[in-house]
């Protein structure tokens, strides 16, 4: 007897976000990473998926945290990830010494 494949619950996570917070925090957090302010790309990264979910804030987080080595927080955010996901900043990642591959 093979049991059936879980499928993953919900829709899938977007690309970028449609409410008009989320996406003024992404706006925010994009500048910042711009200008090389990561510790407020970081919080308006995460007040944007806070607000609704999305992977393009999540990426920014990521980004940074990989930047800073910070593993802990990469692996908090990767979390909830999938590779596929994560897929155009793995190598931006490997630069800094952390793998995300599972």
């Known amino acids: 007897v093979t049991k059936p494949v879980k499928q993953a619950a919900g829709p899938k996570r977007p690309r970028n976000p449609t409410l008009p917070s989320a996406r003024d925090a992404l706006s925010e957090a994009r500048a910042a990473l711009a200008t090389g302010d990561n510790g407020k790309a970081v919080r308006m990264a ?17 980004r940074v945290y990989c930047e800073k080595g910070d593993l802990a927080n990469v692996r908090a955010v990767s979390r909830v990830m999938d590779l596929r996901e994560m897929q155009e900043v793995v190598a931006e990642c490997q630069t800094h010494g952390i793998d995300l591959a599972p």
Do not use: V
Request: aromatic share 6%.
């Open 46 to 62: 995460q007040r944007s998926y806070s607000e609704q979910d999305n992977l393009a804030a999540r990426l920014i987080a990521l």
